[in-house]
C-alpha cells in the first residue's frame, strides 16, 4: 500500500469519511476514503500501488470478459430514427448518429476490455484502435479482428494529434495518476477532438443511501470517486474544456447496493429484483434520478482545447 495526496489537486488535508470492503470480490482487508477538501474528489488513501493493484482483479472481474454480440445489418429506418430522436446521452448513438452522417473518423477507446464497444464502432465503420491492460481481454479483441495495445496507455505510444474521439469508459476511476493520463490522452488527440469519460458519480441517490455499499464505491479497484466538480477541475487543468454532463444510471447500481446492504446485515438476497417488470419500474425511477443529477454514473463531453499555455504538450 502506498500514501498519496489527492490525485486530482495535490492537497494533503483530506480526512476518512468512510471504511470499505471489497464487495464485489472479497479480498481481505479494510480501506480508507478520504474526502479531498479542496476539489471534492474521494479517493483511497493508503491504496494499493502500481505494482499492487493487480491482484485486486485477480479472478471474474466482469468487464473483462463482456463479448460483444454478433454482428447485425441497422436496417435504414433505425439509422433515421436515430437521427431524428438523437437526445445526446447514449455514446453509442452519439457515435452512431455522427458515422450515419458521415463523420466517422479515427476513435481510441481506452481500457477497451474485450473489444465489445470498439467492434460495434468498427462495424459502424470508424477507424478503431484499443489498449487494454488486461492479457485475456485483449487476446479476445484481437480474435475479433481489433487493433489493440496490451498495456497502459502511455505504453501504446501512438503518434501525437491522430485520434478524433477518445472514450475512456468506466476507466478514470482506476487511474493511480489521471493528471498524466489526461494528459497523455490531450496528446494524441487532434486539436478540437472529442473526449468521453464515463465515470460512477459519488454525488448519487444511491452513495448517499448506501455509502459504503455503494455498488460503484468498488473499493480497492475505484482509487478515486468523481462527481462533477473534481471532474471539471481535472479536465480543465489537462487541456480541456467541457461540453455537455449527462447522468446515465442503469439500475445495476441501485440493485447491486441493495444486495451488499442485504449481505451485510446477514439477509438473502431478493430474487424478484431481478425480474424484467422490477426492472422497467427501477429503470423509471434512476431515469427520474438522471433528471434530478443524482444518477450513479455521469458522463462528460470534453474538447480538447489548444492554447500557448499547453503548447508545451505538443
Ligand atoms: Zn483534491
Redesign the pocket.
Known sequence: MEETD?P????NQ?HAVLIARDNLLGHPGTFREVL?P????LYLNPRPSPAEIARYYAGEYAPYLKRPKPARRIPRIAKMFVRLRYHGSDLRTRLKKDAFRGQKGRVLDVGCGAGAFLYRLKELGWETCGVEIDPRAVETARKLGLDVHAGMLEQANFPSRHFDVVTALHVLEHIHFPRAFLTEIWRVLKPGGLLYIEVPNLRSFNFRVFGAQWFNLDAPRHLCSYWRK?LVRLLRATGFRVTRIHHLSGTMGLRGSIGYYRRLRGLKPLHWIQRKTVKRLLKLFTFALDIARAGDVIRVDAVKIVDRSLSGHM
Open positions: 489527492c486530482v489537486c495535490g492537497n483530506g479531498c479542496e476539489c471534492g474528489l473534481p
